[in-house]
């Protein structure tokens, strides 16, 4: 396989994380180390930006310029959801042949390795020879082969330290309190909420996560028992959990080009359960519900550091194989070498082993209808990175004087 | 005046904040420091606690309890929304007699003041000699004769953060984003948005506050106008939004024991101001609302530093004050010294000054009706702390070489 010279193209896709840019500037790093890339570009809205020839010079761009980038949260080159055509597909392939493209780099989730996937296709029917990377990225974690998604690390630390200071006010002024946090198909960002709980006294009580169907009776079941023994209950649980036949319990209007339903954006689904625990255990209840929203994928200040780490050195890793003349395309993937401390290394696969799957939490991670194993601790907590520890008053009883 | 001789009690009260504690740690400290006082206690539940004489010995907590404490958000004290009757007040009495309380200090917000200010009528009426003290706090900011409130700078700050992120989301992904902020009289919190903005492009692009009746007419109209400009539009709007006869947008059912109705933990006010940007502006239009809820006053790990420094001084102050011998009775305040670099002093105002009292925007820091003044900058900035700097690419266009 001939190690093709010529110019690199870098593209985000899909909904921001808080290290995206971190893997955009890694990228860029890389391809301006690299003899085999003359120039470095970047399409401005994914997708679309390269097929309205709307790239700008990545190359140009001073060093301070990128470090300032790689911290700052969302598609520094603007995002997009968009699943081209043929007809797309062919004009992408002009576009590259028009700029000498031979090095694409997608940033994105399972939507993003499927565009990879079919530009792929494309330019080895028309025999043009260019080296297509899917770059991985996703809050949701539910990438196939990788061990984790560089951008969840992130936000489960923003969804732990937000679980933890809403338990706090939980403890503060008890109630029923319910939390939604993103995740569409897949319960891991849903699962970091178990990183707030210390002791058996400390929230999230309960989790509910789209592996296991949700159901009204033990819904309000679960948050009468959980009060009956705590006088409060502090709820987390995923936008995408739906009931044994698949509906989704919020079931959002608009959906995107890929089919997907709005679950974000919207405190629909918080209402609901809040309004359902009011109706079914007692109006005179203090119910609750906050929506996490996209404050989760885009929070500015709180950055896992093994995942901002992590987020670079993946697009390092995608140029060194794209390059090294022995994989002309594929999907970068993050692997966790066995043993303590974690440590992780990077390998690449077929894009055909992301486009488009989804993965969801692994058995071993759930525990019941409504909880998270410890087991789950162990794979997430190296991910979020050390996180702030609660300060508990001893509390030692005044003796009573009255009756 | 006295030098009263006897033991303190503390409680905490009304929506927790993310330093309240370093308020309680703060009293403490001074506290055990003083000849004037023997024991330190707390209450817990506020005056909830004390009617129920469910106290703890504060004393007996180790030096690093209390730093863990301090830096943990929400009431370590737990909290409690109760305005005391008659009877509740002859009660407390009864629980200073009986555990010799010469000291009392009560963290809170107006209500809370408002409490102090009843116990002390009470007290004064009995002949019963104690020194009633309000030690403020919210993250509405909106307390009388203060410069400022503990609390408000952290909540400023996750919120200016947030919306710094979501700004880059909205950059990322167009479309029209709506972000409700809590402040049910006063639009202080909301305002903190407009830290932003740092360049004409980056949002907010419109904020709407509690001190500007809304006008659907003018919302939608602003909407467009700004979409129209920027391909996109960010709105910072606060729970307490009301059309011009004062009825609000989001009418809440449920009211507290003081009047006030339910404003957080729905996310209503948000669905509803995006439904009717869909009704009104074309349904076709991406849009999308956040509420951010509890967050923004427990989140844990997002503090200002010199809201952290303030609260705890003025728990220091507080015990200054009242084991002084001039002063019977008060709230404490902060007050801004003249110029430049920002400088805090603590001093004592009249509970009645504070009362109930709802202090709002000044006019100066507002401008129009769906924006801040530039004045407001330079009094928050101070209170919040240096903000994360956003990376901007150059984004130099690549010529294009297709038609």
Known sequence: MARLQGNALIGQSGGPTCVINQSLVGLVEACTRSDAIQSVYGALQGIQGILTENLIDLGAETQATLEAVATTPCAALKSVRKKPTQDDAARVLEVFKAHDIRYFFYIGGNDSAETAHLLNETAV????????????????????????????????????????GDDQDNKSLPGIKIDVIMGRHAGWLTAASRLSRVTEEDGPHLIYVPERAFSWDAFLGDVQRTYDAHGRCLVAVSEGIHDADGVLIAEGGEKDQFGNAQLSGSGALGDLLAGRVKAGLGSGLRVRADTFGYLQRSYFGVVSPSDADEARKVGHKAVEVATGGEVPHGSLVILREEGTPYRARFDVTDLANVAQKTRVLDDVYIEGTNDVSAAFLDYALPLVGELPVRGRLAAQPVAKRLS
């Open 125 to 164: 029917a028309a025999g043009y020879d260019v080296r297509l990377f899917h770059v991985p990225k996703t809050i949701d974690n539910d990438l196939a082969v990788t061990d984790h998604c560089p951008g969840y690390g992130s936000a489960a630390r923003f969804v732990a330290q937000a679980i933890m």
